[in-house]
């Protein structure tokens, strides 16, 4: 695992136009936000069904790997009307997801959908506004095509391979006359200076060490801001919110679209194998250019880039 510059986790459009298959990226860019925006709207009109006061499903929520780790009915319905929608606008392709499994082929010409029904569940129980729904087209273990929806703010994020990163309202992906908005990560050139994202594990062990190694870091840099979703960690810095995001033991569908997201705004990223379990707890960052070496050095010196399983 290292650094992954921009270059080398994103291509030019000229040769990525097409999967091997034929399907042109951008209509597999615009499958996903579809997906995404389809899927975030269904958690969106849930929430107050299941959560509002007095109305809470009974079962509406369960534990994972540990007590504090939830998973809600809306969850499991979300990857489901997913694993629905894309069995009907590509059929013969495959899923990945969060909560029903499934793993990534090894055939190159295949393409899957990697789909996180909400990446920051814990703030969807709560009613924080900071969840959304992530979903990635990967082929040959790559991103290809990717879509994080913020539920509560109707805003998604995107990107193709080769073809930049974006914002956009719900329901304006393809409308002319609602233009999306190009992501570019801040021009930031000092790490003392660098807001950095990051999250915590459910798992004590895991956790208690994220918390020594952030009191090293926080001398170093800016300032610390934990959203609870790393996808949408990933997307703040495409958009320039915060300057870099870096997290232990993410697996691939918190990570697979937004960090092609991130890259396609001009960020360097640091990746697992897609294969990897995020119980090996190895390492994800994304790092505005400007800061990218030196942020790398800085969390060898203190251990971040050291995995913490569990």
């Known amino acids: 695992m290292g650094i992954v510059p921009e270059s080398d986790f994103t291509s030019t459009a000229s040769n990525t136009t097409a999967t091997t298959d034929g399907t042109d990226i951008a209509e597999l860019r615009r499958i996903a936000v579809h997906l995404a925006e389809t899927a975030a709207a269904h958690v ?14 009974d079962e509406a929520v369960q534990s994972k790997s540990t007590p504090t780790d939830p998973v809600t009915i809306v969850d499991t319905e979300t990857e489901a009307l997913v694993r629905r929608l894309a069995a009907e606008l590509r059929p013969g392709d495959l899923v990945v997801g969060e909560e029903d499994g499934g793993t990534l082929t090894d055939l190159p010409e295949a393409v899957q959908w990697v789909v996180d029904p909400i990446d920051g569940t814990v703030n969807f129980v709560y009613g924080i506004p900071a969840y959304s729904v992530s979903v990635a087209a990967v082929r040959d273990g790559r991103s290809v095509a990717g ?31 609602r233009q999306p908005i190009p992501l570019r990560c801040n021009a930031v050139d000092s790490v003392a200076m660098a807001l950095v994202a990051t999250g915590f594990a459910y798992a004590p062990k895991r956790r208690a060490r994220q918390g020594e190694l952030i009191a090293e870091l926080l001398p170093e840099i800016r300032d610390i801001r934990r959203l609870g979703s790393a996808a ?28 092609l997201i991130a890259a396609e705004a001009g960020a360097v990223l640091t990746l697992p194998a897609p294969t990897a379990s995020g119980t090996a707890g190895e390492l994800v960052v994304a790092a505005a250019p400007g800061i990218a070496a030196e942020l790398s050095v800085l969390l060898d010196r203190i251990g971040v880039t050291t995995p913490i399983p569990v």
């Open 44 to 57: 969106r009109a849930r929430r107050p069904q299941v959560f509002g006061p007095g109305t809470v499903e």
């Open 147 to 177: 879509a994080v929806a913020d539920v509560v703010h109707e805003v998604t994020y995107s990107a193709g391979l080769g073809q930049g990163a974006h914002r956009s309202a719900f329901g304006a992906w393809g409308d002319p006359d």
């Open 232 to 259: 949408l960690d990933l997307c703040m810095v495409a958009e320039g919110r915060v300057d870099a995001h870096y997290e232990h033991g993410l697996n691939l569908w918190d990570w697979a679209a937004g960090a």
